[in-house]
């Protein structure tokens, strides 16, 4: 009887190969965190460049149709070919299969012999977003001007005080000291502006002004005189 031969040996895994291991390991984590982070936008993939034929090795928000197994894309293959790639390659224009665009971001991974053995990648679908961007700029969009100025906050009787205020002080003067042809122009512009149309107005302009009600009538335009 011919004794059962025992199994050969299995050769150590190398300690680049188990690097290369541990690399992949966390990567898969920050693959599942991003993904939950960045759903459903953003596309996240992580590579094992070490088998280029076969290199994704995790993806979330699968948005490129690609699966576990598939083969580098050339941006891996740049990475594999040239030493002196780029470890960051952020923001760049893409496009997915479907011709959609997108922006993404390459991240090489390197063991400790500064060797790239896995990339994390990032694709954010642009295309939703360029369109709500577009509805945006058509939403704040306004037209041609108003006929006058208008403000939607509450209107008070403290604003004729305060609106002659700044009308005399750019005549470097104060309301009581305004020449007669000053405050006939203050008063025409309060017109204007709304500003008699508010409660008590009239009184306002008499009492800033050191004037009788009666006299601010003789100031006001035609139209207003009424």
């Known amino acids: 009887m011919i004794p059962d031969r025992e199994p050969a040996p299995r050769a150590p895994a190398s300690p680049s190969s188990d690097e290369t291991a541990l690399l992949l390991r966390e990567g898969r984590k920050i693959v599942e965190a991003l993904g939950q982070t960045l759903a459903p936008l953003v596309e996240v993939v992580l590579h094992d460049l070490t088998r280029p034929e076969h290199s994704v090795v995790a993806i979330a928000n699968n948005l490129s149709g690609r699966q576990v197994g598939d083969a580098a894309t050339e941006m891996g293959l740049a990475r594999l070919a040239d030493p002196g790639f780029p470890d960051v390659v952020a923001s760049y224009p893409n496009r ?9 971001t390459s991240i090489g991974l390197k063991n400790h012999a500064g060797e790239c053995v896995a990339a994390l990648c990032l694709n954010m679908d642009v295309s939703l977003l360029g369109a709500v961007t577009a509805g945006l700029g058509q939403l704040i969009q306004t037209g041609v001007a108003a006929p006058v100025a208008e403000t939607l906050a509450q209107r008070s009787s403290g604003e004729v ?66």
């Not at 305060?162 to 104060?174: C, D, K, P, V, Y």
């Not at 042809?181 to 800033?208: C, F, I, P």
């Open 96 to 104: 997915f299969p479907d011709g959609r665009p997108a922006k993404s």
């Open 161 to 226: 005080r305060a609106a002659l205020e700044r009308f005399a002080a750019a005549r470097n003067t104060t309301p009581i000291g305004m020449t007669l042809a000053q405050r006939r122009e203050a008063v025409r512009e309060l017109a204007a502006s709304g500003h008699l149309n508010l409660r008590h107005a009239l009184a306002d302009v008499a009492a800033t002004l050191g004037v009788a009600r009666s006299t601010v009538y003789t100031y006001l335009p035609a139209e207003h005189q009424s």
